[in-house]
């Protein structure tokens, strides 16, 4: 296959590639070849990828081919490349979520249900992509895998801790890509990396075993567009027995992303009343706000009304992280990463009446927010108020607090109450770096996110933004 060939396919979507699997014109086969090219072509620069493994992917691309040839594909995106973060069990490879504590040697038998679901439905899988260790921080570096760059520009950070994720389909390295979000790790890489991420609502995508961030967290896709994020909720959203928290939702997040946002009432909050935007970032996410009224949306600029969440989010953050350290005896925490141990040793003197105050501010939170989507049906923000910085720091240069939800203040707020949250692309900085608009709505209104979010990359398509 020509070179060319190669990077035309690596380019399209989920959705493009399973039209011309259908009519023939394409094969898996031809579409993983066209992935690994690309991981084998720039992974050496953004580090997207922690496990490759040539010989399962085009294994499974085959037996995805010969389905196609006897008109019988399995599921909604067989043959489709998926990168895989490592933080999610996956049959047959190992899990090691960043850390040299974990034995790779496994053994590895299990798939996490998102991972059940996608093999269901036809998975070719990808790889796995990197994150820091336990996924606990904004960023990807990690004493295991070392730092993940941005793809438009390898200097700077992906974000994360779904940064490989972010990186692989930007560059083409798969088009689809599982991420987790337990204080914006979906939506930080998506709003960094140019790409949508999607975090669910809470419980809509079940996660096993639990995630040491409880409730906090949130499996969810890191695609190319709108639409192919809602192909992959369609699959990844099915319910499973070890994780019952919501009954199947018996929608489809495809079908649902279509229609507009006429006579919509959307909120408009430059910086929720306490933060502080980087100019360019705050004209774009502007922009697209009038962008969105355009289309036919009622806009108004309003703040949600509540004060920084940060201290009772960063007991919960961390409580969760200091407790799955529990389990890993204290003479291996010198391989561990540095700056989790300082973290995990913060909140290590929180009592827990000290917790329990921190659930009732998270209740007190959901409450407010809920009330608010009874005015309004959908909150717009910015994803960041600053644009990447460089990789392998927790915090820009000369930042004035250490730990990384410091500069993450449109994100975390939204884990402790569970909504739905989808970061889009909405423009770049002078400098070329990707800016991100996020879009909140009322918990299990996912499919209204998704609508608001496709309706607005339709209208606004950055056709130009993959990195050349």
Not at 40 to 61: M, W
Not at 223 to 235: Q, R
Request: net charge negative.
């Amino acid at each position: 296959m020509s070179h060319c060939a190669n990077t035309e396919i690596a380019d399209l979507t989920a959705l493009e590639m399973l039209r011309r699997f259908r009519s023939g014109t394409l094969s898996p086969v031809e579409a993983a070849e066209a992935a690994l090219e690309r991981i084998h072509r720039h992974n050496n620069q953004v580090n997207a990828y922690c496990l490759v493994d040539e010989e399962t992917t085009l294994r499974a691309a085959r037996l995805s081919e010969q389905r196609y040839r006897h008109l019988q594909p399995q599921g909604l995106i067989d043959g489709v490349p998926v990168a895989i973060k490592d933080v999610f069990l996956t049959r047959g490879w190992p899990n090691l979520k960043g850390s040299k504590t974990v034995d790779p040697n496994g053994p590895w038998e299990h798939d996490a249900p998102a991972v059940a679901a996608l093999r269901r439905h036809g998975l070719v899988p990808a790889g796995k992509t990197t994150t820091p260790e336990l996924g606990w921080k904004g960023v990807t570096d990690c004493p295991c895998y070392g730092v993940t760059g941005n793809p438009h520009d390898p200097t700077k950070t992906a974000g994360g801790s779904s940064g490989g994720s972010a990186a692989a389909v930007v560059l083409g390295m798969g088009p689809l890509s599982l991420g987790t979000d337990a204080g914006g790790s979906i939506r930080i890489p998506a709003g960094f990396s140019g790409l949508v991420g999607h975090k669910p609502t809470q419980g809509r995508v079940p996660i096993w075993p639990a995630s040491p961030f409880g409730q906090l967290a949130h499996p969810g896709p890191m695609t190319w567009t709108v639409e192919d994020a809602a192909l992959l909720m369609d699959v990844i959203a099915e319910s499973d027995p070890r994780d019952p928290t919501l009954p199947p939702d018996n929608c489809s997040y495809l079908q649902a992303i279509e229609g507009g946002v006429r006579g919509l009432r959307i909120a408009f909050s430059p910086n929720l009343g306490y933060v502080d935007v980087d100019p360019e970032i705050a004209r774009a996410v502007a922009a697209a706000a009038q962008t969105m009224e355009a289309l036919g949306a009622q806009v108004d600029e309003i703040d949600p009304g509540f004060s920084d969440p940060r201290q009772a989010f960063d007991l919960l953050f961390f409580g969760g992280a200091a407790n799955a350290l529990r389990s890993i005896p204290e003479e291996k925490h010198n391989v561990m990463d540095p700056a989790l141990v300082e973290a995990v040793n913060s909140v290590k003197d929180a009592t827990m009446l000290d917790y329990m105050q921190a659930m009732n501010e998270r209740a007190a939170l959901t409450e407010q927010m809920s009330l608010f989507h009874q005015r309004y049906d959908l909150l717009l923000t910015p994803t960041l108020p600053i644009p990447a910085f460089s990789a392998g720091l927790e915090v820009p240069e000369g930042w004035h607090d250490h730990r990384w939800p410091s500069w993450t203040p449109f994100t975390y707020p939204f884990n402790m109450t569970g909504q739905p949250a989808c970061s889009v692309p909405c423009g770049f900085t002078s400098d070329g770096l990707p800016i991100g608009v996020q879009m909140v709505g009322p918990r299990h209104a996912d499919g209204l996110v998704l609508r608001a979010a496709h309706t607005y990359q339709q209208a606004e398509p950055l056709t130009d933004r993959r990195p050349t």
